[in-house]
């Protein structure tokens, strides 16, 4: 009985280790299979990433280039874009924070004409409300396109020494003071800086303020050219010129007192 109770036992035993042997082959299949699979599905999560972001920046202004030249006839001159604005009326506001956002988001799309415009229509005021509306829009779609797409995608598509210039500037300790001059710093690239952050270590509430502080004096001075070019003021649009010169040249030589004033703003807004 003992023997037959042994070798029974010994039979389970030997049942159960062929079921184990048998249960890790095909866990280290399932475990090959799950990678095989991740790889493919991050290839493609990449190429839809690229797609989109190609879509956005590429296909578009060029579909709107080739496909709609009469929509875009119609803004040749400023005084063709106060013209088309005027023929919208109240929904002309939408009009330009849409402009305002997808020159942001198109970054190869010039918006100051615009601004001259907005100037010209509603208003010193008004038309620095619309515009600040639409770089906050503007710079938090980027920003978070950004994010979601990744880093590699950003890379491929802007570049990677490109990208990796700005994104190393803005994981640096003077990343809040870099942000500010590359915007209030006429001639700087802008608008790509914002998905640079958007893949960078540097979180959305600083960027959006300091970039939108540093945009605002660019865009009051458009905006008020263009309020005074509606009132014929050619003397005060002279003067503003030359104040944006010498706020340019103040910049340069106090950038210093600038960045300390910055690292305690920043340290207010971070948290």
């Known amino acids: 009985m003992d023997k037959e109770l042994f070798k029974d036992n010994a039979h389970r035993a030997k049942d159960e280790f062929d079921e184990l042997k048998e249960s890790a082959h095909r866990t280290k299949d399932e475990v090959k299979a799950n990678i095989k699979r991740a790889k493919k599905l991050k290839v493609v999560l990449s190429i839809l990433k690229l797609t989109i972001l190609a879509g956005i920046v590429i296909a578009i202004p060029l579909y709107v280039y080739f496909f709609q030249k009469d929509f875009l006839n119609q803004f040749k001159s400023f005084d063709d874009i106060i013209a088309v604005l005027k023929m919208y009326k109240t929904q002309s506001i939408f009009i330009y924070i849409g402009v305002q956002i997808i020159q942001i988001v198109i970054s190869v799309i010039p918006g100051q004409a615009f601004q001259f415009a907005a100037g010209y229509l509603y208003g010193f005021l008004p038309g620095l409300l619309y515009s600040i509306i639409g770089a906050t829009l503007g710079t938090l779609i980027s920003f978070y396109l950004a994010k979601l797409l990744g880093k590699d995608a950003i890379h491929l598509f802007f570049g990677e020494d490109k990208m990796t210039y700005f994104i190393d500037r803005l994981n640096s300790k003077k990343a809040y003071t870099i942000v500010f001059l ?10 790509i800086v914002s998905y640079a952050a ?12 300091l970039s939108l502080i540093g945009r605002i004096p660019g865009m009051a001075g458009s905006l008020l050219i263009g309020s005074l070019y509606m009132k014929q003021h050619y003397i005060g649009m002279g003067i503003i010129a ?25 340290e207010k807004i971070v948290d």
């Open 182 to 191: 590359i915007y209030l710093i006429p001639g700087l690239p802008k608008d």
């Open 198 to 209: 958007g893949v960078s270590e540097m979180k959305c509430k600083p960027f959006l303020i």
């Open 242 to 266: 030359v104040l944006a010169v010498v706020a340019f040249i103040i910049c340069i030589i106090f950038r210093k007192r600038i960045s300390k004033y910055l690292d305690k703003f920043y």
